[in-house]
T-cell receptor, first 110, second 116 residues
Framework: SQKIEQNSEALNIQEGKTATLTCNYT??????LQWYRQDPGRGPVFLLL?????KEKRKERLKVTFDTTLKQSLFHITASQPADSATYLC?????????FGAGTQVVVTP | NAGVMQNPRHLVRRRGQEARLRCSPM?????VYWYRQLPEEGLKFMVY????????ESGMPKERFSAEFPKEGPSILRIQQVVRGDSAAYFC??????????????FGDGTRLSIL
């Protein structure tokens, strides 16, 4: 079965710096990979979707890469702000159902 | 445009009782998904439904759990004879038709189920 790994340790970063999160998976590559943000007590919020034939996708201060050879996606938050503090979830799209990683908590300090 | 609405937000049940969790998808969305998040664990897929049809229930426990998405009204996740291990946050998500390609899922804020 598919296994998805995200850094379990919280990422502490200073405001203004770039946060980089890693999502590694095993077995076959999905056609799509998605990134979500989750705040405490709330549901996940969709951020970005990247297709297997896309190397990179950007949205404002966010950037996602997808390397099907390495079986890895990187998620970058540039010019980070305290409001970016949250848990970020990587999800593989398995024909409708999403298979999530455990998430990486990001803490941005002023 | 209202988002995905889940109710109740918090539900307390005693062991052996039934729990009913409701989910109203976003307007225009015909696909509903249920996920469970146990304490300190990630979100786990349970079931994927379209109106009146179950598309994928590979994540549903074989006993006590059922889900429906009727032609009219919200989707319901039903847990019979609850046990302590059912305590978790249950999230519902919805998306429009996948006919035009994969769509992101829009999540509600979940129902937190506590079993006494």
């Amino acid at each position: 079965s598919q296994k998805i790994e995200q850094n379990s340790e919280a990422l502490n970063i200073q405001e203004g710096k770039t946060a980089t999160l890693t999502c590694n998976y095993t077995n076959y590559s999905p056609a799509y990979l998605q990134w979500y943000r989750q705040d405490p007590g709330r549901g996940p919020v969709f951020l970005l979707l990247i297709r297997e034939n896309e190397k990179e996708k950007r949205k404002e201060r966010l950037k996602v890469t997808f390397d099907t050879t390495l079986k890895q996606s990187l998620f970058h938050i540039t010019a980070s702000q305290p409001a970016d503090s949250a848990t970020y979830l990587c999800a593989l799209d398995m024909r409708g159902k999403l298979q999530f990683g455990a998430g990486t908590q990001v803490v941005v300090t002023p | 445009n209202a988002g995905v609405m889940q109710n109740p937000r918090h539900l307390v049940r005693r062991r052996g009782q039934e729990a009913r969790l409701r989910c109203s998808p976003m307007k225009g969305h015909s696909h509903v998904y249920w996920y469970r998040q146990l304490p300190e664990e990630g979100l786990k897929f349970m079931v994927y439904l379209q109106k009146e049809n179950i598309i994928d229930e590979s994540g549903m426990p074989k006993e006590r759990f059922s889900a429906e998405f009727p032609k009219e009204g919200p989707s319901i996740l039903r847990i019979q004879q609850v046990v302590r291990g059912d305590s978790a946050a249950y999230f519902c998500a919805s998306s429009p038709s996948r006919g035009s390609g994969v769509q992101p899922q829009h999540f509600g804020d979940g129902t937190r189920l506590s079993i006494l």
